[in-house]
């Protein structure tokens, strides 16, 4: 999709450091980092957030989360813990209009959220 900047990063278009890559998902870290490890997982595909899955993408999602723990080992964080978040629209944050999970880890977070 034009002028999205994680389709750009996944196209090469647009630099990122790349974590992880297959056929149906891209990670690289977060261009400002809340914590030792930042890393977001999108699908390649566009889908703008969480509001816009249908029943097709749900073998899509749960390989996000299976690259999420396979990430998380890669990086180190696996066994001390981490985070995953996935913000949609005003009231969760959302500022990227790709649908992306945040993997946080390398240091305690904060609790409870909200
Ligand atoms: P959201 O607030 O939508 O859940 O998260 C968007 C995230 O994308 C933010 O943490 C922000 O720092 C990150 N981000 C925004 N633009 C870029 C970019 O061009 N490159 C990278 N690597 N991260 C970005
Ligand atoms: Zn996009």
Excluded: W
């Excluded at 977001?40 to 097709?56: G, Y």
């Excluded at 629209?89 to 946080?104: P, S």
């Amino acid at each position: 999709m034009r002028d999205c900047v994680f389709c750009k990063i996944i196209a090469g278009e647009s630099p990122a450091k790349i974590v992880f890559r297959d056929e149906q998902v891209t990670a690289f870290y977060d261009i400002h980092p809340v914590s030792p490890v930042h890393i977001l997982i999108t699908p390649n595909r566009h889908i703008a957030s969480v509001n816009q899955l249908t029943e097709e993408d749900e073998a899509l999602m749960g390989h996000l989360f299976t690259t999420a723990k396979r990430i998380a080992a890669q990086e180190g964080v696996a066994e001390s813990g981490y985070r995953l978040i996935v913000n949609t629209n005003a009231h969760g944050g959302q500022t990227v209009f790709h649908l992306h999970m945040h993997l946080l880890g390398g240091s305690r977070m904060k609790y409870p959220m909200g």
